[in-house]
């Protein structure tokens, strides 16, 4: 099943270079100058006034989009694996509290009383 995993996985990748390759070539201009996209607050960095080619724009959403999930799934197992420790504390706790009551000794100076030993049936 990871092998499949694994194919599938170059696969989509070998497509996805695929198709930005073919995403640059098709989109130029008239001259022979490819087309740029402008990203707001990107503009105003060095080297990217005039903007980026179509496959780098595809590339950094893609990349930070990934950037953004890994951080937000780092979140999430952060949060199970401290809920898990809190409740592998009370079930240790509760454990602690059966076995101290099963040890607990029995008071042996009981004594029991039949009442019913002197009726008949």
């Known amino acids: 099943m990871k092998l499949i995993k694994y194919i599938l996985f170059i696969i989509i990748l070998i497509a996805s270079v695929v198709f930005i390759k073919e995403l640059d070539s098709i989109n130029v201009l008239n001259d022979g100058?490819?087309?740029?996209?402008?990203?707001?607050?990107?503009?105003?960095?060095?080297?990217?006034?005039?903007?980026?080619?179509?496959?780098?724009?595809?590339?950094?959403?893609?990349?930070?989009?990934?950037?953004?999930?890994?951080?937000?799934?780092?979140?999430?197992?952060?949060?199970?694996?401290?809920?898990?420790?809190?409740?592998?504390?009370?079930?240790?706790?509760?454990?602690?509290?059966?076995?101290?009551?099963?040890?607990q000794n029995l008071d042996d100076d009981l004594e029991l009383v039949d009442e019913n030993i002197d009726d008949e049936l």
């Open 33 to 103: 100058t490819p087309i740029k996209v402008k990203i707001p607050y990107l503009t105003t960095a060095i080297g990217f006034e005039d903007g980026l080619k179509t496959w780098q724009a595809i590339i950094f959403t893609l990349s930070i989009g990934v950037f953004i999930g890994f951080i937000i799934a780092l979140i999430q197992i952060i949060s199970q694996k401290a809920e898990m420790i809190s409740l592998k504390s009370n079930l240790r706790k509760a454990n602690d509290e059966l076995d101290i009551l099963r040890n």
